[in-house]
């Protein structure tokens, strides 16, 4: 009996299935708002292997959820850097970002305008 090396062809496989699963499981954890479980998720994944788009995509969406501006701004700069054919999908989200750090700022403005 043999042991199964981190190099070897067969781990390999697994271990991109298992981030695939992984991947996909934190789809599911974003539509039930766990933000900081995909976060966590997908900086492992990113750690070990740090050309995954879709890891990228979707750590940047879990950050944009949680007012992380910078680092989903940045996550989302990567995915375009991996994969030019989600232009159209980042671009989308970048707009989704802008729009929410602005209300946001807006209701800041207004929740402190009194305060002061």
């Given at each position: 009996?043999?042991?199964e090396?981190?190099?070897?062809?067969?781990?390999?496989?697994?271990?991109?299935?298992?981030?695939?699963?992984?991947?996909?499981?934190?789809?599911?954890?974003?539509?039930?708002?766990?933000?900081?479980?995909?976060?966590?998720?997908t900086?492992?994944?990113?750690?070990?292997?740090?050309?995954?788009?879709?890891?990228?995509?979707?750590?940047?969406?879990a950050?944009?959820e949680?007012?992380?501006?910078?680092?989903?701004?940045?996550?989302?700069?990567?995915?375009?850097?991996?994969?030019?054919?989600?232009?159209?999908?980042?671009?989308?989200?970048?707009?989704?970002?802008?729009?929410?750090?602005?209300?946001?700022?807006?209701?800041?403005?207004?929740?402190?305008?009194?305060?002061?």
């Open positions: 009996q043999t042991k090396k981190a190099w070897d062809v067969p781990w390999l496989k697994l271990e991109k299935m298992a981030n695939t699963l992984t991947l996909n499981y934190c789809q599911c954890l974003l539509r039930m708002e766990e933000y900081y479980e995909v976060i966590e998720h900086t492992d994944i990113i750690n070990q292997h740090p050309g995954v788009a879709k890891a990228y995509y979707l750590r940047g969406k950050h944009k949680v007012w992380n501006e910078a680092e989903a701004r940045q996550d989302f700069s990567r995915v375009m850097d991996l994969d030019p054919g989600m232009k159209k999908a980042v671009k989308k989200e970048l707009a989704v970002l802008s729009m929410r750090m602005e209300e946001k700022n807006q209701e800041d403005k207004n929740t402190y305008k009194g305060m002061f």
